[in-house]
């Protein structure tokens, strides 16, 4: 199994552009989220799914969108970059959201100019 | 709301001194409770986690923590640290029933030869 699949690794964008980062998981898990990470913030909740059609908004959700067409796929959509979404993104998923643990991918390093 | 506190920020060790690293949440209910490593330039991995049963658990390289309920608290311990201890060390709670990952900050640890 590849387990959760990041892409791109890394990305340079300019003020105002949009992108779209990839996550996809192979392991049939319901629960998935995106997080950022930031030097000495640790990780933030951005979006979150519990499954197919289910999203929901995390702690730091603003400038992001997402959607979850299938069980697999869970991408991260920044609407308009902004220098302050400058940061490490984390896609996570876990077999429910009820206690279980969460496998991460790889990250991307997006820079915003 | 859940949150997680970690007491340091950074801690600098020699090789085979012990390591404790705090950590604290705060949720009204039962939790589930997980340490995760990020070494340099890598994604999270699971060292362990507490879910019910013996407050005592045991993770991977050594490493375990005690859940103590009274004090909200989730320490991690190793007897010995090594060099390729080396790297960035988060707690994280999710309350046991419908809850999403709340992450600490994070604790640098930075182990000398």
């Known amino acids: 199994n590849a387990g959760v699949t990041q892409t791109p690794k890394f990305q340079v964008l300019k003020t105002g552009q949009s992108m779209t980062l990839q996550c996809a998981q192979d392991?049939?898990?319901?629960?998935m989220s995106w997080y950022r990470q930031d030097p000495g913030m640790g990780l933030r909740l951005i979006h979150y799914s519990v499954g197919a059609g289910i999203t929901d908004q995390g702690e730091v959700p603003n400038g992001y969108n997402v959607s979850r067409s299938t069980t697999e796929d869970f991408p991260l959509r920044l609407l308009s970059a902004a220098p302050s979404q400058t940061s490490v993104y984390f896609c996570a998923s876990s077999y429910s959201i009820r206690g279980t643990e969460a496998f991460f991918g790889q990250g991307t390093r997006l820079t915003v100019v | 709301a859940q949150s997680v506190s970690q007491h340091n920020h950074h801690v600098i060790l020699s090789e085979a001194a012990s390591l404790e690293l705090g950590c604290n949440y705060s949720y009204g209910g039962t939790v589930n409770l997980f340490w995760y490593v990020q070494y340099p330039g890598q994604h999270l991995q699971l060292l362990l986690k507490?879910?019910?049963?013996?407050?005592l658990v045991k993770g991977i390289k050594g490493f375990e923590a005690e859940f103590i309920k009274s004090k909200f608290s989730f320490n991690l311990r190793k007897p010995s640290v090594q060099w390729s201890d080396t790297a960035e060390y988060f707690c994280?709670?999710?309350?046991?029933?419908?809850?999403?990952?709340?992450f600490g900050k994070g604790t640098m640890l930075l182990v000398s030869p």
């Open positions: 994280a709670v999710r309350g046991s029933g419908y809850s999403t990952l709340t």
């Open positions: 507490y879910f019910s049963g013996d407050p």
């Open positions: 392991m049939n898990h319901e629960y």
